[in-house]
């Protein structure tokens, strides 16, 4: 409450500074470049937004006299456009700066009519970052302007006075050339006595010099301006704008200078302040230990808050007087942090960074102005570490604790330069869910998991700790609510959290009432569909594949999620693996069936490597995650029917029926084609053959005719490779022709296949005749049943079901069964132990 009071107390004494240096009327000052501009501007209408037309900004500036002039031009075209522009504002900081108004007129059917009057105008202060807990102390001057109409074009100019007093006499500026909306005329102009380096987005940007009384101009121009095209989620660091950046500094080691004074502490530490540093000191020996516990302090006991008013936007405040009151920004907080860790005897030193530029910044010219924020660097036993003091809650040893990719920095240290931020602390998740769908009549339950590991668990503790659990539990429901229907919460989410290994795992019971709904392809099918909902979020596919500038992506992602089905019975699971490399992510799916428990274990991840997507690799990013999308989710169906029979105890219906009469019937026939070949066919005897054992190569042959019919009997069971309730269900609800003529050919030729590979057993070891030639006819007719299964499949399966998809195409069976049976075919028919062995017939 104290230091809200505080705080209050300090904006109140910034309004009444600023209603004692109220803004004035004067005319335009001498150094100020006159400038015209045209009515009809060719710019395209269509492009116009907000019923308005920007016929002129004009931006000027005198380094020598520290003033910023403005002045712009608007001409309205449509009502709308009165609403948007019937007001003028601008932005100053009263405890360094003054602001003057020259001119505001409204030029109507060529008449100017005089707008200006001082006294209307307001002053606020709006403090737009207050709910990032910054307060600037910045005024923003309003008039609102009366009588706008149609057709009328405001033209109004002022001049800010004064520049902040902390860069020390630096300058450095940035002038833009081109706005979001069409313009007719932009002016940057610049007066100076400084010697200054230039750096161009756009190196045709060339500016008219002109040069007397010791002093030098600048002048950049720029006409009938097209407007921005923005593009969805680019990165921060993407510049669309013409910008002309200037600067006094003629390199990196200046601006550390200069921030080394600024940062420079010139007082001794208060009592209180060494006293905690004793503390830290005595009880802990370690200095990575005591790294942490500064850290801790810093972030935990200092809540951030910034009053950052004139020279309070750069310099900070003294570390005694930060830890008195307990709070600071980003710089005083750094600025504490390192003086604490220093006086323990550990290298430490703020570090200012840019949130926004990344690794662009090293493309900028060297200025004070760059930076918008502030950390710090640990030098403990020659290795470096980075630490943002801003952050609450951090979890983690001293050595392994998240810093954000700020990329490039510059240290708060005499003679320091840039330098690269080689931080390669991410995070990670994984999420264990468990669906119990055992009961397929009862709600389904569903239990989570989820462990958090560094960045991910330092988020989603600050989640926990500044949101009540009513406001939790809400948020984990529409969550869960997005993939399920009628989720419900079964008990409280309960977390755990391991602070020193940075790891948090919450715990979660959910139950779903209609997990199971209708398939739109059949209304006999009830179907289930699993998602991986973790990762579902982050698959995100932009609505055009086409870009000109770098697509963002966040780097920090690596999250792994494994669904584990308890099922209502033994499954027919196609077994999946899905691998999806790019060079910007990585996507990967296998599936795992677990016969005895009846378990089915779903297995995704999903990883990003990098932070952005160059505009002419988008297309490729664009497909391949498409590809991903296409493949997230698992689905598996069950019969309505086969539920109502099973839970009816009905076995006896009229499908069973027409099951057991098809297996009996093609059990029987292929029964009596194998009698009629036993009784039926002998071959001529040559009595010059002798009767001799069964040996040599002929063992592996009957090896091979023991094991292959009790490999096919298996086979038909495990894979319900014959006619059963269930698959005549089956053939009904699919209704297509050709799968149905595929089942069955599959079903007769799999009970053939063993009913004949049993009769050639016996007819190996009763060493008939017949049994080579037979033994070569039933090799081939398995080559050429393989090959007709798979021709189907190759060119039916747009049609069939995805069981049936040509991914389940085994060529190499094809090719070693193949191989086998031409070796088998030539033993048999040349070799003299063959003609030999198999001299009986039936008499």
């Given at each position: 409450m104290?230091?809200?009071?505080k705080v209050l107390i300090w904006i109140f004494s910034l309004i009444t500074t600023s209603i004692f240096s109220q803004i004035k009327k004067t005319t335009t000052p001498s150094w100020v470049k006159k400038q015209t501009y045209s009515l009809s501007p060719k710019i395209n209408p269509n492009e116009l937004n907000n019923g308005s037309m920007v016929l002129m900004f004009n931006n000027q500036t005198n380094s020598i006299t520290s003033e910023y002039y403005t002045r712009n031009v608007i001409k309205i075209l449509e009502s709308s456009g009165v609403q948007h522009n019937s007001s003028i504002s601008f932005l100053y900081d009263p405890t360094y700066q003054s602001a003057t108004v020259h001119s505001i007129n409204i030029i109507r059917e060529g008449e100017r009519i005089n707008k200006l009057d001082i006294n209307k105008f307001q002053l606020l202060q709006r403090e737009e970052n207050a709910e990032n807990h910054i307060y600037d102390g910045t005024l923003t001057a309003i008039l609102n302007l009366e009588d706008i109409r149609k057709g009328d074009i405001i033209d109004y100019s002022y001049t800010i006075k004064g520049f902040n007093p902390i860069y020390n006499n630096y300058f450095s500026t940035n002038f833009q050339l081109d706005y979001y909306e069409p313009v007719g005329k932009m002016i940057a102009y610049l007066i100076t006595d400084k010697k200054l380096n230039f750096k161009y987005s756009n190196p045709e940007l060339k500016p008219i010099i002109e040069t007397k009384n010791n002093y030098t101009s600048y002048l950049w121009e720029t006409k009938n301006i097209k407007n921005i095209e923005f593009e969805e989620n680019t990165p921060s660091w993407f510049n669309y704008y013409q910008n002309i950046s200037i600067s006094e500094f003629n390199n990196w080691k200046e601006v550390a200078n200069w921030a080394e004074k600024v940062f420079k502490i010139n007082q001794t530490l208060s009592p209180a302040l060494k006293e905690k540093i004793e503390f830290i000191r005595s009880n802990f020996k370690d200095d990575g230990v005591k790294i942490k516990e500064v850290l801790k302090f810093v972030q935990n006991e200092v809540r951030y808050l910034g009053l950052e008013s004139g020279i309070g936007s750069h310099k900070p405040f003294h570390p005694n007087k930060v830890f008195e009151q307990r709070y600071g920004d980003c710089k005083d907080k750094s600025l504490l942090m390192s003086t604490m860790l220093n006086e323990l005897g550990i290298e430490a030193y703020p570090i200012l960074v840019n949130s926004y530029l990344e690794h662009k910044i090293t493309e900028k010219l060297p200025s004070s102005k760059i930076f918008n924020h502030c950390i710090v660097k640990v030098v403990s036993n020659n290795n470096e570490f980075w630490y943002d003091p801003t952050y609450t809650e951090q979890g983690g040893t001293f050595d392994n604790i998240y810093v954000p990719q700020y990329k490039y920095g510059l240290?708060?240290?005499?003679?320091?330069?840039?330098?690269?931020?080689?931080?390669?602390?991410?995070?990670?998740?994984?999420?264990?869910?468990?669906?119990?769908?055992?009961?397929?009549?009862?709600?389904?339950?569903?239990?989570?998991?989820?462990?958090?590991?560094?960045?991910?668990?330092?988020?989603?503790?600050y989640y926990f700790l500044n949101n009540g659990m009513t406001s939790i539990k809400k948020d984990y429901l529409n969550f869960y609510n997005k993939y399920y229907n009628s989720v419900k919460l079964s008990d409280s989410i309960i977390f755990e959290d391991d602070h020193d290994k940075n790891i948090f795992i919450v715990h979660e019971k959910y139950t779903i009432d209609s997990l199971w709904t209708p398939s739109e392809t059949s209304n006999k099918l009830l179907e289930a569909y699993f998602y991986p909902s973790s990762i579902y979020d982050y698959i995100y596919l932009p609505n055009i594949k086409e870009r000109k500038t770098p697509f963002y992506l966040n780097s920090s992602i690596d999250i792994k999620q494994n669904i584990k089905i308890k099922l209502p019975e033994k499954w027919a699971i196609n077994p999946e693996k899905i691998k999806i490399d790019s060079k910007y992510f990585s996507y990967s799916f296998f599936d795992q069936y677990n016969d005895k428990q009846e378990e089915l274990d779903l297995s995704f991840s999903f990883k990003i490597f990098d932070s952005f997507i160059p505009s002419n690799?988008?297309?490729?990013?664009?497909?391949?995650?498409?590809?991903?999308?296409?493949?997230?989710?698992?689905?598996?169906?069950?019969?309505?029917?086969?539920?109502?029979?099973?839970?009816?105890?009905?076995?006896?219906?009229?499908?069973?029926?027409?099951?057991?009469?098809?297996?009996?019937?093609?059990?029987?026939?292929?029964?009596?084609?194998?009698?009629?070949?036993?009784?039926?066919?002998?071959?001529?005897?040559?009595?010059?053959?002798?009767?001799?054992?069964?040996?040599?190569?002929?063992?592996?042959?009957?090896?091979?005719?023991?094991?292959?019919?009790?490999?096919?009997?298996?086979?038909?069971?495990k894979n319900n490779l014959y006619f059963t309730y269930e698959n005549i269900s089956s053939l009904e609800i699919i209704n297509n022709l050709n799968y149905v003529t595929l089942v069955c050919f599959e079903i007769f030729m799999n009970f053939g296949f063993a009913i004949f590979y049993i009769l050639g057993t016996i007819l190996f070891f009763k060493k008939r005749t017949i049994f080579p030639r037979f033994f070569i006819i039933l090799i081939i007719s398995h080559i050429v049943f393989l090959l007709i299964d798979t021709l189907s499949i190759y060119f039916l399966s747009f049609d069939l079901p995805e069981y049936f998809s040509k991914k389940n195409i085994s060529y190499t069976e094809i090719f070693k069964e193949t191989i086998k049976a031409t070796i088998i075919t030539a033993y048999l028919l040349i070799s003299k132990r063959v003609k030999n062995t198999f001299v009986n017939t039936l008499d």
């Open positions: 104290t230091n809200n009071i240290p708060v240290k005499k003679g320091s330069s840039l330098e690269k931020i080689n931080s390669d602390i991410y995070g990670k998740t994984e999420v264990f869910e468990v669906f119990d769908i055992r009961s397929i009549y009862s709600p389904v339950t569903l239990n989570v998991t989820s462990k958090y590991y560094n960045k991910d668990a330092d988020d989603i503790r690799k988008f297309n490729q990013y664009v497909i391949d995650m498409q590809n991903v999308e296409n493949k997230i989710s698992y689905g598996i169906n069950i019969n309505k029917d086969i539920l109502e029979n099973r839970s009816s105890n009905n076995f006896f219906n009229w499908k069973s029926i027409i099951a057991g009469f098809l297996n009996l019937i093609c059990i029987f026939f292929l029964i009596y084609l194998a009698y009629k070949t036993y009784y039926s066919y002998d071959l001529k005897i040559d009595n010059n053959n002798n009767n001799i054992p069964i040996g040599g190569w002929l063992i592996l042959i009957a090896i091979s005719l023991i094991f292959t019919p009790i490999v096919f009997i298996i086979q038909i069971i």
